[in-house]
Nanobody, 122 residues
């Protein structure tokens, strides 16, 4: 199984980025997909997830309507559209895949991508 995250970069506060995560080696449609992030000196935290069974989407409170997670099952890809970015969004963003119905818990995820750096300047 491989999860290849891309789309990170440097952006000014208020800007937007779209992260992509291409999955291979698994039956994508049967996996819950999540985005997590880890800032320097902090623990990794849940950002957003989309459940495989009903395409239900879930977000961390800090997202505050700024991010949208979506999936394209035909392309085996999950996206994270991030708008109105803030300097505190600076982190390495990871995508992950889970067979669980539970979306926000890291412990339920089986596979992790390598991460993509997002840096938001003030």
């Amino acid at each position: 199984v491989q999860l290849q995250a891309s789309g990170g970069g440097l952006v000014q506060a208020g800007g937007s980025l779209r992260l992509s995560c291409a999955a291979s080696g698994l039956t994508f449609i049967t996996y819950t997909m999540g985005w997590f992030r880890q800032a320097p000196g902090k623990e990794r935290e849940f950002v957003a997830g989309v459940r495989w069974s009903d395409d239900g989407t879930y977000y961390a409170d800090f997202v505050e309507g700024r991010f949208i997670i979506s999936r394209d099952n035909a392309k085996n890809t999950v996206y994270l559209q991030m708008n109105s970015l803030k300097p505190e969004d600076t982190a390495v963003y990871y995508c992950a895949a889970s067979r669980s119905y539970v979306v926000a818990s890291q412990r339920t995820y089986d596979y992790w991508g390598q991460g993509t750096q997002v840096t938001v300047s003030s």
